[in-house]
């Protein structure tokens, strides 16, 4: 099992630009989630998901959209590539809440 | 004030010495996780804990539910086990809402040799 892969590992955009960030898991999982890691801040959710088809915001959703169309892939789509988007991006999924949670290596965005 | 709380904040060892972290926190939960984050590196699940204690090789983690306070311990500390460890909560208020975790602000490692 590859468990939680993301893609890309590090990216650099140019403001205003659009992109998505690839998770995808081969476990099965019911929950998976998009949280973003800032220097002072720690982890923050962007979006989550308890199934295919289904999706909600989580604390910082703005700027940021998700799909659920399979069970195994989760992107995250930057819009509209914002300075402030720069960070650490983590998918993680889970059986169900409550569950160990698996994340994945973590994406590297950097906008200039 | 945060429903979560670790200490300490930064912690420095010898090799070879027992580390204790621990995380306090004030709301009602369906699970505590014990993360561990190596710099510039991935996030991985150490533990998770509803109840009791687990062990992992040198890694403890305890849980006392009524008391709402968990502890990690390293025991005989090596240099690789310097990371960020972090405490982080699934809300029982968020037991419908996914895996939306709530986090402490982690606990800084550093092993010496």
């Known amino acids: 099992n590859a468990g939680v892969t993301q893609t890309p590992k590090f990216q650099v955009l140019k403001t205003g630009q659009s992109m998505t960030l690839q998770c995808a898991q081969d476990?099965?999982?019911?929950?998976m989630s998009w949280y973003r890691q800032d220097p002072g801040m720690g982890l923050r959710l962007i979006h989550y998901s308890v199934g295919a088809g289904i999706t909600d915001q989580g604390e910082v959703p703005n700027g940021y959209n998700v799909s659920r169309s399979t069970t195994e892939d989760f992107p995250l789509r930057l819009l509209s590539a914002a300075p402030s988007q720069t960070s650490v991006y983590f998918c993680?999924?889970?059986?169900?809440?409550?569950?160990?949670?698996?994340f994945g290596e973590g994406s590297w965005l950097t906008v200039v | 004030k945060n429903e979560v709380e670790q200490s300490p904040q930064n912690l420095t060892a010898q090799e070879g010495e027992f580390i204790t972290i621990n995380c306090s926190y004030s709301v009602g939960i369906s699970a505590l996780h014990w993360l561990q984050q190596h710099p510039g590196g991935g996030i991985v699940s150490l533990f998770m804990?509803?109840?009791g204690k687990k062990k992992h090789g040198r890694l403890i983690a305890t849980i006392n539910i009524q008391e709402k306070h968990s502890s990690l311990h390293i025991t005989a500390s090596h240099p690789r086990d310097s990371a960020v460890y972090i405490c982080a909560l699934t809300l029982r208020s968020h037991k419908a809402a996914g895996n939306k975790l709530t986090f402490g602000g982690g606990t800084r490692v550093l092993v010496k040799p």
């Open positions: 993680a999924s889970s059986w169900t809440s409550g569950n160990t949670i698996y």
């Open positions: 476990m099965n999982h019911e929950y």
């Open positions: 804990l509803s109840s």
